[in-house]
Each structure stands twice: as C-alpha cells, then as structure tokens.
C-alpha cells in the first residue's frame, strides 16, 4: 500500500513540473506584436468603460485583450493552435474579471470554509483541545481562496504574490495540524515550538522569493514537498488505526482524510491535461478548483466525525507515537 502512494506522489510531482515547463508562446506570434502596437498607437489614450476601470486595466492592457481574442479566433478559424499569453489561456473576461470561472470556484472554496468555520464554532466543544486549531484551518483557508479571486480576477505581480504566499500558508498550515492530531500532540511547550518552526520556514520561504530571487520551479517544490508530507502523514495515520484498531466499525470515517488528501494531489494532475479553455472559460486550472470543493467538503466531515469520536469515547483512537516506547 505504501508503495502505491509512494505512485501517487511521485506523480503530483511529475503533473507540476509538466505544468511548469508548458511554454507561453503567444505573445511571441509577430501577427501579436502587430495587433498591439497599431491598437496601442491607433487608440491610446482613450477612457474604458466602468468595469475595466475598476480592476485596473490599462489602454496597452486592454489592446493585448483585443488582440488575444482577435488571433484566438482567426486560430480556431484556420484550424491552427491556440496559444497561451503571458502564461494563461486567452479567456473571455467578464466584467473585467479575467478567469471568471477559476474566481466562481475560488468563492466556492472560500464559501466551504466559512460554512465550516460556522459549525465548528456552534458543535465543537469548548474543551476540545483542537477546536482553536481547526477554526484557524478555515480561516487560513479562507484567507487563501479570497487571495486566489482576487488574483483570478485581476492578474498583477502584487495579487501573484499574494496569491502564492497565502497557499503556502495554507499548506503549511495543513502539515502542522496534521501533525498535531496524528501524534496527539497536546503539550503546549512543543506546539509552541513547533509553531516557531513553522513561522520561521514560512517567512524564510517569503524571504526567499521577494528579497532573492522569485524562482516558480522552487515555490512550487516547496508546496508539493510540503503536501506530499501531510498526504504521508495522513496516510500512516490511516494505515495505523486500520491495522491496530480493533473494533474497524468505529473508524468508518477515517477513510474521509486519505480520500481528500488522495483527491486533492490527484486534482492536481489536471494541470498535466492542460489545454485550451471550453468556450474560452474552462480549462484545466479551474476545473481543479471546481475539484477542490467537495474534497474540502468530504476533509471538514471527516474533521467533525474524529472530533465527535474523539469527545464520546473513552477509549481514543490507537496512538500513533513521535518515538518508540
């Protein structure tokens, strides 16, 4: 068993790296270059419309749009390939929001989350030593989606940043409480330290990519490093009540953890499917949002179902030890 997830992450890692080296072409096209200089002469400086306004477009900005769409369509006229621009697909925009549909899903992500965020605080009990933890996983959580529409919705290197440092923070985040509930951690002094662990890694890695140098392939190591240890985490954890625990009827839910965490990594792989957007809307990277919500959904019942085992039974869960006795 240990070996197939060993599979399954190895091939995260291969969808991300695939992903990553997928060349952005279009803007290279001499036809391109054409269409955005005589637009940029012809029609700058002129007032947009509302919308446009809003989010920040400029006249150079909005004649790269036109200009996108207009090779789009005589592409798909001729029957040639469709080419990515600055290193996106040539989407329709709507209301001036870039990737329409990545900015639903990414509300819908942020919707789960906030949903949960309500019921842990209403059923979770006040003396369960995760609750803290588990209201700050969604509002982490939440912090992550809102950055993702903010930068779906209007990409500039500030809303990159943002959007990059807050799914770090994310991941992070889900290592740590991984570890919190899988080793039972519950002394004080060393989830203090573990957390100045944590703070330290996640501001060296900000660090890293703002003051030295702003390296795609590293940042995306470092998440896929970082959720393949929770996946291992979780998976262990699985493994272990399946085969210590005696009464297997009591843990039903534990397979809710490995199916998000599992679902999650291979939701990922749909960026190895990259291809042009349906209607100029779909593609791979919003389809793995729209992945995403569910999975969040399945994660958050199996933490409410742990925690309701966790507060009714006297005899917890088979103890998954830091060190052997």
């Avoid at 789009?72 to 989407?91: L, N, S």
């Avoid at 939440?142 to 500030?158: E, G, P, Q, Y």
Wanted: glycine residues 4%; charged residues 10%; hydrophobic residues 50%.
């Amino acid at each position: 068993m240990s070996k197939y997830y060993s599979w399954i992450f190895a091939l995260v890692i291969l969808c991300t790296l695939l992903n990553i080296v997928n060349a952005s072409l279009g803007e290279e096209q001499p036809i391109y270059g054409h269409c955005v200089d005589e637009c940029v002469q012809l029609s700058c400086p002129t007032s947009l419309d509302y919308f446009l306004r809003l989010f920040k477009w400029s006249c150079p900005e909005n004649c790269r749009y036109v200009c996108m769409q207009a090779v789009t369509d005589k592409a798909i006229e001729d029957g040639t390939t469709v080419y990515q621009y600055y290193g996106k697909w040539p989407f329709y925009r709507l209301l001036g929001i870039q990737e329409p549909a990545s900015v639903l899903f990414s509300i819908g992500n942020g919707l789960v989350h906030l949903y949960f965020l309500c019921q842990f605080q209403k059923h979770v009990p006040p003396g369960y030593f995760l609750k803290g933890f588990m209201i700050l996983y969604t509002a982490i959580g939440m912090n992550a989606w809102l950055w993702s529409t903010i930068f779906h919705s209007r990409d500039t290197k500030f809303t990159e940043l943002m959007d990059y440092f807050s799914a770090a923070l994310f991941v992070l985040y889900t290592l740590f409480f991984a570890l919190l509930r899988v080793f039972s951690i519950r002394n004080g002094l060393v989830i203090k330290a573990m957390g100045v662990v944590f703070i330290c890694a996640f501001v060296a890695h900000v660090g890293y990519l703002v003051i030295v140098t702003f390296n795609y392939v590293y940042n995306m190591y470092a998440n896929v490093v970082v959720g393949g240890l929770q996946l291992v985490t979780w998976i262990y954890w699985f493994i272990v009540q399946i085969v210590k625990t005696e009464n297997h009827s009591i843990l039903s839910y534990a397979h809710f953890a490995v199916v998000s965490c599992v679902g999650v990594s291979l939701a990922m792989c749909l960026e190895l499917f990259d291809f042009p957007p349906f209607w100029r809307v779909l593609d791979a990277h919003s389809l793995w949002h729209f992945a995403t919500i569910p999975l969040s959904i399945v994660w958050y019942r199996f933490l409410l179902a742990d925690m309701w085992y966790e507060v009714n039974n006297v005899k917890p869960y088979t103890p998954v030890k830091l060190l052997p006795a």
